[in-house]
């Protein structure tokens, strides 16, 4: 079983930054990819930014040059730093974190409010 426990979600204004938290806990050997998907009222869940174990990382289009996603392997944590905020970035955002432990598991924290105030 593993969990994983987000934070650092609110209202900003427009132009304003926030950073999201995730950390991993529970039995696995390690995990490979974490990251964050979003989803706005009415639309699809979407990637936001991902970053494997070695560093490597993916962001959606939308969001690059504003957006950065790092993590802590020691911490099994995972970061999005958000600047230049606009009001499309409103959405819940989930951590997501994929596990190895004999097999691939697939784990999403519960979600996080985002609202960007024009």
């Known amino acids: 079983q593993v969990q994983l426990v987000e934070s650092g979600g609110g209202l900003v204004q427009a132009g304003g930054s926030l950073r999201l938290s995730c950390a991993a806990s529970g039995s696995f050997f390690r995990i490979n990819v974490m990251g964050w998907y979003r989803q706005a009222p009415g639309k699809q869940r979407e990637l936001v930014a991902q970053?494997?174990?070695?560093?490597?990382?993916n962001y959606a289009d939308s969001v690059k040059g504003r957006f950065t996603t790092s993590r802590d392997n020691a911490k099994n944590t995972v970061y999005l730093q958000m600047n230049s905020l606009k009001p499309e970035d409103t959405a819940v955002y989930f951590c997501?974190?994929?596990?190895?432990?004999?097999?691939?598991?697939?784990?999403w924290g519960q979600g996080t409010q985002v609202t960007v105030s024009s």
């Open positions: 970053i494997t174990s070695g560093g490597s990382t």
């Open positions: 997501y974190a994929q596990s190895f432990k004999w097999a691939v598991h697939d784990h």
